[in-house]
């Protein structure tokens, strides 16, 4: 079993930063892949970036060039820099670690508000 906490969310205005961090506890074995993904009121669940162990990295088209993802392999540790947000980014934010012969394993979400 795999415990991920989320931390970072709050409240900021539109053009600011917030950065989100994701620590994974729990498992001896090495996560696959780690993500970020985002939930807003009556839509459905959206990835917003995902990078790999070995550290391909992948983004939704509507954070190119504003969000940075990161991973730390030796803490299970997967961060989410949100630079020039926007109000439409807006959502519940969730990290997620994945492994390819295990299953998924998701945080309890961060809320992050983004006021115009």
């Known amino acids: 079993q795999v415990q991920l906490v989320e931390s970072g969310g709050g409240l900021v205005q539109a053009g600011g930063s917030l950065r989100l961090s994701c620590a994974a506890s729990?498992?001896?074995?090495?996560?696959?892949?780690m993500g970020w993904y985002r939930q807003a009121p009556g839509k459905q669940r959206e990835l917003v970036a995902r990078?790999?162990?070995?550290?391909?990295?992948n983004y939704a088209d509507s954070v190119k060039g504003r969000f940075t993802i990161s991973r730390d392999n030796a803490k299970n540790t997967v961060y989410l820099q949100m630079n020039s947000l926007k109000p439409e980014d807006t959502a519940v934010y969730y990290c997620a670690a994945h492994f390819v012969a295990r299953g998924d394993y998701w945080g309890q979400g961060t809320q992050v508000t983004v006021s115009s």
């Open positions: 729990g498992s001896a074995f090495s996560i696959d892949f």
């Open positions: 990078i790999t162990s070995g550290g391909r990295i």
